[in-house]
């Protein structure tokens, strides 16, 4: 039977701090093909992320397909905005939820990942932008850039310090959104031209990484999905409404739809796929003009 098989492989996943993103069920679903998972969390979530974890009624949540639990061999406190703590401004380093962390910037993060043995398989699943509900019209500098810091480059700066750890052969995800590619209103504040940017560094990655590791770089484009994210920027559901109306498959897309593509990508099945988006959004992004047919 040909099967997903990420057995003997240790995922990454990046920018997982509660059980409702997408970045949960792609960690799920790499450790039901059967890779040892790590996740790396923003400092703030880390402490709320491991109660969650340990509550009675997460129980049903963590058990994986075939019965076992879900456990990550580590949470690792990472910062996607900062590559070195020296590069860190004192308020944030000497802040309640940050001092105790340890070295939360990517290289702190790509220390301890070495330390503990390296990595296959990198996802990046984490975006941020401080002015997302305003228009590109009234966007600042300094929100237009921050986004484009925490949610593009750290995927450059991910590959940069993790690339060479990881064996030949080794695979990047990240996750992107069609705003980067098509004009979507609500989604502001240089998000759209961090998205852009994502997928453009990908395809530059994928051909730079390739040549230099053997590794492959690729994007999955999902569809709208009610994650805390997600319900920060707005009318999440109105979004997903018009997605229903308007794609060939009217239902919502799913956080396992969304893992299990997140495994095919990074398993050896994919050895020929690399700086491509997928689309994981029902058909969403083939429709010109929907929602005038009942099929
Ligand atoms: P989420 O809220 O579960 O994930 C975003 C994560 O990014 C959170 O864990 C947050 O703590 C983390 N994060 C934010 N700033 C950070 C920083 N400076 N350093 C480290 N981590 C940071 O939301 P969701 O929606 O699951 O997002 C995951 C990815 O999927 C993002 O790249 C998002 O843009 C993308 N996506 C989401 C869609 C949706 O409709 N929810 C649609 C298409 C793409």
Known sequence: MLAIDLT????????????????????????????????????????MFKLMLARPSSEALLTLRDGKRLGFSAIYPFDAEFDRLD??????????????????????LAAAVAADGGVDLVVHSLANGAEVTKPLLETSRAGYLGAVSVSAY???????????????????????????????????????????????????????AGRKWGHRVNVISPGPYRSRAAEA?????????????TSPLPEAITAEEVGVTAAFLSSPLASGITGTVVYVDKGYSAMGLGGTTSG
């Open 87 to 108: 590069a860190v401004p004192a308020e944030i380093r000497e802040h309640r939820r940050y001092k105790d962390m340890g070295d939360f910037t990517v290289s702190g």
């Open 154 to 208: 750290s995927n450059v700066s991910l590959v940069q310090h993790l690339g060479p750890l990881m064996r030949p052969g080794g695979s990047f995800v990240c996750l992107s959104y069609l705003a980067g590619q098509r004009v979507v209103p609500q989604y502001g504040g240089g998000m759209s031209s961090a998205k852009a940017a994502l997928e453009s560094d990908a395809r530059v990655l994928a051909y730079e």
């Open 8 to 47: 003997g492989k240790r995922a990454l996943v990046a920018g997982v701090g509660d059980e409702r993103g997408l970045g949960f069920g792609i960690a799920k679903a790499l450790a039901e093909a059967g890779a040892t998972v790590a996740v790396a969390t923003w400092p703030p979530l880390i402490k």
């Open 233 to 245: 920027i707005g009318p999440i559901d109105q979004m997903i409404a018009y997605a229903a109306r």
